[in-house]
């Protein structure tokens, strides 16, 4: 024992090198071993040091090793482990008092040396909550007040929140709340929520694809179950959307029962448009309990429809909205219909009668052909039957009536098969166009009514001759042939004759009103060959009455009018002025002269010169 320096100390000592000294100066006492090291110190304020001699609190433990180890020996159960204890009053020590909502019971903080200065890293920290042993513990950011993250006694934990309603609440305004990332390898990430019955996951593929052991596309973003159980999505706590674990889908059905199965209440519906307006492209499929089965394609703003109606038929036309709630065009015109029932389609009709039915005009451009043999084939223009004015197109081949091809042929009221124009039996007028097959002209030799009903004014024959007019429409010109009965015009669409051309209106070039040229050759003997032809026989004797073979008039309106020029490389032959002079010639400066007017003859040769020139008297 020595009382040191001036007695400010006193030192308990076993040797030089381990001893206790108490300071007198200094209030402290101090536990030295190895000579001056001191392992534990108590300052005057009672502040413990280990490994320092200025303790800054209560107890202050420095080193270079661990700084602590504990160990605790106890055989009455697993609840007896080393720890430490922190235990929060508020009052003295003397006069202790009870702790409100709020108050910190314990706290772990953590520094480090930054620049010669010792900073703030951030605090574990256990809160209470109320005063009946509920509270959070919090891990505190570097300014240990600010929570990132806590867990409740009920083991809620809370992430960006401090009152996390669920296992694990994650909140806060960072636009990416949560990420389960597998870093830089190719395995996939995900996450799992499981309980006994089912699970549900959600995460990436690896790079193989695989991910619940059925294979898959490498690094797809994938959200499943592994278990045979229901995928189910819902809104406004009530399911909307189901995917049962044989792949269906059902929307608004908790038992789907094909690949996609879609009710509305008790209405089977699908729709696709797109924008607010009804008139917007729509596809709507559906089952309703007042209109039955419908299917829908609504197309364009003005709504253009292809609907399947509730009758099995189908529809194109125009929609004046997309309503199909009973499973029918609504509103709008139906341009073509086929009907379910027995498949005949209707174009400007709902309910066509026949395999075709068009309810206006019609224009064709190709052909029509029947595949049948020996069979009927027919087209009906205004129906058939009891109806006025009905046109029929079409052909029998091998039944009765007699073979034919025919348009615009007419069924009168009583059913009975006509043709012609004017028709008396119904005061219908029409255009026949036809050929029988076998060459006869009888429509149909068991239609006894056909003379009475009407009259053919046209027909074209089988062998391709053509007649023209009621006198010479029964009658077979032959092939190639054409007969008309009455005036042809060219040019004029009123014939005054038999053959009337017209050529009028201004021309810049020559211009033949009819020209003829007969170009044939032949070498056969004792046959004549014509250019024209002109023949007017018969008896014509009445008073002033004149036949002529050939008839011109004088012509007018030109620098030379000739009346008749008959040229060619054997001489000329014209009829001058009006009719006075009749000129012969071989060429136009040698000619011989016949005068009307002057009753004169002239020879001229070299132009005009005249040669030889005998007057009327002689």
């Given at each position: 024992v020595s009382v040191l320096g001036t007695g400010a100390e006193l030192q308990f000592s076993r040797s030089g090198a381990n001893y206790i000294t108490a300071s007198n100066a200094s209030g402290s006492l101090g536990f030295n071993t190895g000579g001056s090291n001191t392992r534990l110190y108590i300052d005057s304020t009672g502040n413990v040091g280990i490994g320092t001699t200025g303790p800054g609190y209560q107890l202050d433990v420095q080193g270079s090793s661990a700084l602590a180890s504990m160990t605790r020996f106890n055989d009455t159960g697993a609840t007896y482990p080393p720890g430490f204890l922190f235990t929060r009053a508020r009052g003295t020590q003397a006069v202790p008092a009870d702790i409100v909502a709020g108050d910190w019971l314990g706290k772990t903080q953590f520094r480090g040396r930054i620049g010669g200065t010792v900073s703030d890293y951030g605090a574990f920290a256990f809160i209470a909550s109320d005063t009946s042993q509920n509270g959070r513990f919090s891990f505190l950011d570097r300014d240990l007040t600010t929570e990132r993250m806590v867990i409740l006694n009920s083991g809620n934990v809370g992430i960006g929140t401090t009152s996390p309603g669920a296992l694990l609440d994650i909140g806060g305004t960072n636009n990416k709340q949560f990420l389960v990332n597998?870093?830089?390898?190719?395995g996939y990430a995900y996450s799992t929520y499981s309980n006994t019955g089912g699970n549900l996951f959600m995460g990436v593929m690896g790079s193989s694809g695989v991910f619940w052991g059925s294979g898959g596309s490498a690094y797809a973003s994938t959200i499943g179950t592994t278990l045979a159980t229901s995928l189910v999505l819902a809104t406004n706590n009530a399911e909307r959307m189901r995917i049962d674990s044989s792949g269906n889908v059902g929307i608004g059905t908790t038992s789907p029962n094909s690949t996609l199965n879609v009710l509305s209440g008790t209405v089977a519906e699908l729709k696709f448009n797109s924008g607010a307006s009804a008139l917007t492209p729509t596809l709507a499929v559906g089952n309703t309990n007042s209109g039955g089965k419908f299917a829908a394609l609504v197309a364009g703003t003005t709504g253009s429809a292809?609907?399947?109606?509730?009758?099995?038929?189908?529809?194109?036309?125009?929609?004046?909205k997309a309503d199909y709630t009973a499973g029918t065009i609504n509103g709008g015109t139906s341009y073509l219909t086929v009907l379910g029932s027995n498949g005949n389609v209707g174009i400007g009709t709902t309910g066509p009668a026949y395999k075709l039915d068009v309810s206006d005009s019609v224009a064709i451009l190709g052909k029509f052909e029947s595949s049948a043999i020996n069979a009927y084939s027919a087209i009906n223009v205004g129906g058939i039957g009891a109806s006025k004015g009905n046109s029929f197109f079409g052909g029998y081949y091998?039944?009765?009536?007699?073979?034919?091809?025919?348009s615009n042929v007419y069924r009168n009221e009583a059913g009975t098969y006509v043709r012609g124009i004017s028709e008396t039996g119904d005061g219908k007028s029409m255009t026949a166009f036809y050929w029988m097959q076998n060459g006869a002209y009888n429509w149909n030799s068991a239609n006894a009514t056909e003379a009475a009903n009407g009259t053919t004014k046209m027909a074209l024959s089988q062998a391709g001759g053509l007649s023209l007019g009621n006198a010479y429409a029964t009658t077979d010109p032959g092939a190639g042939n054409m007969i008309i009965s009455g005036n042809v015009g060219i040019g004029t669409t009123s014939p005054s004759a038999r053959l009337h051309i017209?050529?009028?209106?201004a021309v810049t070039t020559a211009s033949s009103g009819v020209l003829i040229s007969n170009t044939a050759t032949s070498s056969t003997d004792s046959i004549?060959?014509?250019?024209?032809d002109v023949s007017s026989t018969g008896t014509w004797?009445?008073?002033?009455?004149?036949?002529?073979?050939?008839?011109?008039?004088?012509?007018?309106?030109?620098?030379?009018?000739?009346?008749a020029l008959f040229a060619g490389s054997l001489g000329n032959v014209s009829v001058l002025g009006t009719g006075a002079e009749l000129q012969f010639s071989r060429s136009g400066a040698n000619y011989i002269t016949a005068s009307n007017a002057s009753g004169s003859l002239g020879f001229n040769t070299g132009g005009s010169n005249t040669r030889l020139y005998i007057d009327s008297t002689g």
């Open positions: 597998s870093g830089a390898t190719t292809f609907v399947f109606d509730n009758s099995g038929s189908f529809n194109i036309g125009g929609e004046a091998g039944g009765a009536p007699t073979n034919y091809f025919g017209l050529q009028s209106g004549n060959k014509y250019g024209l004797n009445g008073l002033t009455a004149n036949n002529y073979g050939l008839y011109v008039e004088s012509p007018t309106g030109g620098t030379t009018n000739t009346t």
